[in-house]
Structure formats: structure tokens, C-alpha cells
């Protein structure tokens, strides 16, 4: 399989080469050649196979040979290896929970998979990796975890001074070893954009293979598409709608994918907090891109959602297409509070403020539609999103791995949004 560049000025690179980039060189992102079709009925064979299996099946036509079935088949199963249930919430929304992993986010999938196969594809050169990302909260902890203790490569974490919620930081900063927390006195748009001038920095590059994490990287986004086929696995009904709350718009991509390959979706909804880009251009047709503004969902703060251009691309750049695939809603924090505060009080479910925008986006789309059920979903534990426990007034139940962490003392290096000094501490470490 060979990526091509969505701005179509970069050749076409091999999977090797689009993992150990990230990013073409023309500044778009990397999109498959052809998107794998599922062998007919495979949908109805789900219920036979394991986790590992599907996972397998589903990446091994994008991975193209270039890593051998055997270690493919390996990498897969340390990616999937917790649960993923499709829980009910009522007769017609069930809520599909991603944060069963070592970091409770559904990015533990994306970057255990990565970092797995950089290790694989990296061996072959004697150069250090050198991974960058930046992170609202969630995908720093995921990468810092998946990449933490791999031999040659120096993990460098950017992330907004007070915005991630403190499991967050936590996870960020107690690692050590090869991960490097930083923190920067600005928003998740100045993080990225400070990512960004690393990445394609020339000196950097000079001196080691950079490579970004977020969900840009074709080994992060890809394997995302997993858990929608465990919970059609478990689906029983009418194909679903299906309520992915979103920021980056990786995750949501990665479900359309597996609609275009053939897997059954009804409808997928894009459940955005106020950070309405994606609603605005669907109803209007003009893309806007704004500074974020800040909100109780912040992973999902994103003014100019980078993956986006790859739903557009999946669809040729047929917005008609895409708005019969998918509708887009802006929920807000009020509604959000409504939601988590009704949740808990009618169903006992805690539910995290990304959850909720997903929940009630759902019930707002199936509201008229008699026949219509769903899923959403639920992207992270709520024990990381320190308002969860203030809008409930009750204390959250600790996963063993938060109570080890409140013990732990994390280190961290602050500095102001400045790329010369991020460059020369970063330097030091490569
Ligand atoms: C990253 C994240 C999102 C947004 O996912 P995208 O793929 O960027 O759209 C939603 N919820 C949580 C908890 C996240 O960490």
C-alpha cells in the first residue's frame, strides 16, 4: 500500500516511510492509496473471531507486507489488549467505553500500535528517534505510555500550562526515562504549532529521525478504526448511528473509514463542544478555521481540526457526500452538565465531559427517528477530568492506576511559547 500527500505535492511513500515521518513535506497528510474493501460478509463473521484477529485483518491490507503477519499479528494484540464494551444506556443508546487501557483514553489504541510499529520499522536505522507531541491532556499520557523505556528513541511532550486536569499531568510528568514533559504557557493551538516548527525543522532533523504522534501519524489513525467493528461485533439491530465526540477528528475519520470499507453504519455524528467548525461548515459550506476556545471537553479545544481534510479527502471533496454520511452538532457546557448530572441521577452512570457531548449529541439525532438506535463513544475515564467530580459533588471510584499515581512526584520543564528555547532543549536531549 503507498500514501499519498492530501495537498498532492509529495511523491507517494511506502507505510514504513509514512510512520517514520508523520507528516509529507507539502504540510497535508498522509491518506492510503485505495481504501481496503472488506471481503464480502465479513461484517457477519465478527461475532467468530477474536480482537486480535479483527484488528489484524483490518490493518493488514494498510501495512502492505512491510511488516511481517507474525509480528503484525503481535503488535495487534498488545494494542487491543483490554476490554471494550458496548454498554446500554437505554432501549436505544448504548455507549461504547475506550478507556479501558493503561492511560483510560481510547488513545492507548492508536499509540500502543504506534509505538510498536516505529520499534518494528526504526531498528533499521542506527539513528535516534526523536517522537514529538503536542497534547490537550489525553494523547501526551497515551504516547508517553506506549513509547516509555524503547531503546533510541527520546519522547518530547508539549503541553498547555494548566489546562490538562492532574491524572493528566500526572501521567505526563511521573514517567522520566526517555519522556520529556514540557510545559507551555499557552493553548493547545500554540503546542501544536510549536510541534509543528520541530518537526520540520532541518537542524533537528539533521540529527535524528523525527516523527510526530498525534493523530496525524497513519500508525496512530488507522488502528483506530478497531473498536468499531468489536462493537458492531456486539451489535444487534439495524446498522447504528454512531456519536463520536470530536476535536482533532482523527477518531471520527477513522470511522468513516470503516464505513467506506464496507463495515454497516447508519449515520455518524460529529458531536463537537462550542468549538464549531466542522457544524458551521457542514450546514454552510465555508471553512472557518478559529483560535479555540476553552470548554469542560478540552481535549476536543481545537480550532482547525487537522485531521479533518482526510474525511473530505475520503470523499473525493464531495461535501454532498459527506453530508449523507454524517451530521455535526455543537453541544454545550450547560448541556454537557445537564447531561452528566442526568446520566448519573437516572442511570448511575459517571460519564467524562467528552462522553456527554457524545451522549447527548446522539440523543438529540435519534430524538425523531422512531427506529433509530445508536452508540457513543465514551473516549476517556472520567477520573481524569477533575470537573466531573465537582459537577456530581461526589468523589469518582479510583482505577488502581490513579491511586499509584497520586503518590508519585512528576518533573516537568516550564517555558513561555518561545521556539529558540524549546529548540535548544531539545537539542541537548538528541
Ligand atoms: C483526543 C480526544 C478526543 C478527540 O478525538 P479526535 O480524534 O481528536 O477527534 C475526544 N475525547 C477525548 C477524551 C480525547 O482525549
Avoid at 149 to 155: A, D, F, K, L, P
Avoid at 332 to 346: G, N, P, V
Wanted: charged share 20%.
Amino acid at each position: 500500500m503507498h500514501y499519498f500527500s492530501t495537498n498532492g505535492r509529495s511523491r507517494a511513500v511506502s507505510f514504513r516511510e509514512a510512520v517514520l515521518t508523520g507528516q509529507p513535506v507539502d504540510g497535508g497528510l498522509y491518506f492510503p492509496a485505495e481504501i481496503a474493501r472488506l471481503p464480502r460478509g465479513y461484517e457477519k463473521s465478527l461475532g467468530s473471531k477474536s480482537r486480535e484477529q479483527i484488528a489484524f485483518d483490518v490493518i493488514r491490507p494498510y501495512v502492505g507486507g512491510e511488516i511481517d503477519d507474525i509480528r503484525l499479528f503481535e503488535i495487534c494484540s498488545e494494542a487491543v489488549a483490554f476490554p471494550f464494551p458496548l454498554i446500554r444506556m437505554t432501549d436505544r443508546t448504548y455507549v461504547l467505553e475506550l478507556f479501558h487501557g493503561p492511560t483510560l483514553a481510547f488513545k492507548d489504541v492508536g499509540a500502543r500500535f504506534m509505538s510498536r510499529c516505529i520499534g518494528e520499522l526504526g531498528t533499521m536505522s542506527d539513528r535516534q528517534m526523536l517522537v514529538v507531541v503536542a497534547t490537550s491532556g489525553d494523547t501526551g499520557g497515551a504516547v508517553a505510555a506506549g513509547f516509555h523505556g524503547s531503546i533510541g528513541v527520546q519522547v518530547v511532550v508539549l503541553f498547555p500550562k494548566g489546562k490538562v486536569s492532574r491524572v493528566q499531568e500526572l501521567q505526563l510528568t511521573t514517567l522520566g526515562g526517555n519522556v520529556l514533559g514540557i510545559e507551555v504557557d499557552g493553548d493547545f493551538d500554540e503546542c501544536q504549532a510549536l510541534a509543528k516548527r520541530l518537526l520540520s525543522d532541518p537542524e533537528i532533523r539533521e540529527r535524528a529521525n523525527v516523527t510526530s504522534a498525534n493523530s496525524i501519524n497513519i500508525a496512530r489513525w488507522l488502528p483506530q478504526q478497531f473498536y468499531y467493528f468489536f462493537a458492531f461485533r456486539e451489535w444487534d439491530g439495524p446498522p447504528p448511528v454512531i456519536s463520536v465526540p470530536s476535536g482533532n477528528f482523527g477518531n471520527l475519520a477513522a470511522g468513516v473509514l470503516t464505513s467506506l470499507s464496507g463495515l454497516p453504519a447508519s449515520r455518524f455524528i460529529a458531536a463537537c463542544n462550542a468549538n464549531d467548525v466542522i457544524p458551521e461548515f457542514l450546514a454552510s459550506g465555508v471553512y472557518r478555521p478559529r483560535p479555540s476556545v476553552p470548554t469542560l471537553s478540552n481535549a476536543m479545544d481545537v480550532g482547525d481540526p487537522s485531521n479533518f481534510v482526510r474525511l473530505l479527502k475520503s470523499v473525493n471533496y464531495e461535501v454532498g457526500d459527506l453530508r449523507r454520511m454524517m451530521d455535526a452538532v455543537s453541544i454545550t457546557d450547560e448541556e454537557t452538565i445537564r447531561t452528566i448530572r442526568e446520566a448519573y441521577d437516572d442511570l448511575g452512570y459517571v460519564l467524562d465531559p467528552h462522553g456527554a457531548v457524545g451522549y447527548r449529541a446522539l440523543q438529540r439525532s435519534i430524538e425523531g427517528l422512531s427506529d433509530a438506535a445508536g452508540y457513543f463513544l465514551e473516549t476517556a475515564h472520567p477520573v481524569k477530568f477533575d470537573s466531573v467530580s465537582e459537577i456530581l459533588a461526589v468523589p469518582p471510584d479510583l482505577p488502581p492506576s490513579v491511586s499509584e499515581l497520586f503518590g508519585r512526584t512528576g518533573h516537568k520543564i516550564e517555558i513561555p511559547v518561545d521556539y529558540e528555547i524549546l529548540r535548544s532543549i531539545v537539542t541537548e536531549r538528541i
